[in-house]
């Protein structure tokens, strides 16, 4: 490995909406890279609740105090996102068994098709279930998910979930 070496990793996902696991592992990766850009994208798989603009803000508002870390709204590939950013590495959280399975067979997918790699950061014990989806779930029937998600996130899902059920 180079000494000194300037390393960039991109954190992609859809943080629809950011989680205190997402955040867990933004603060354990920044600790590994020199900067990490925290890239928001839309996974066509799920329809998303706050819109892209609103899911950048929130995580704004979340790392505004701490060195290092950007976030940015991205469309298309997310390799050539990694590329266009001069990104050394994608850097995926996992929480279990399920995740490893997935996260395998992409992250050998955009080496494969673009010689990008990927880290992987476990999840703290404590954040192991935490997904948005089930934020957005329980969130929807009146569930208490306070302790998964950070204030600012809490405020804006009961506004957002509230306007919803008018
Ligand atoms: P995507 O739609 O790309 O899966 P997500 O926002 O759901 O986007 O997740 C982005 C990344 O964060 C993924 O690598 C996912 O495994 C990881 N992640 C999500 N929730 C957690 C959590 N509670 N702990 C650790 N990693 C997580």
């Known amino acids: 490995m180079t000494p000194n070496k300037f390393v960039r990793a991109v954190f992609p996902g859809s943080f629809d909406p950011i989680t205190n696991g997402h955040l867990d592992v933004i603060q354990r990766g920044i600790k590994i890279v020199d900067e990490l850009i925290i890239a928001v994208g839309d996974n066509p798989e799920k329809d998303s609740l706050f819109s892209g603009e609103e899911r950048v803000q929130m995580i704004q508002e979340l790392v ?67 997904t948005s989806t089930l934020i957005r779930e329980v969130g929807r029937f009146g569930g208490d998910v306070s302790g998964l998600i950070p204030p600012n996130v809490y405020d804006r899902l009961k506004v957002k979930l509230g306007s919803l059920s008018k």
């Open 64 to 130: 505004k105090d701490m060195p290092g870390i950007l976030v940015e709204r991205f469309t298309g590939l997310t390799v050539e996102y990694v590329k266009s950013k001069n990104a050394q590495v994608i850097l995926r959280g996992l929480r279990n068994l399920t995740d490893v399975q997935y996260e395998f067979q992409l992250a050998l997918t955009n080496r494969a098709v673009a010689g990008v790699e990927t880290m992987f950061i476990m999840t703290g014990e404590k954040y192991g279930f935490t």
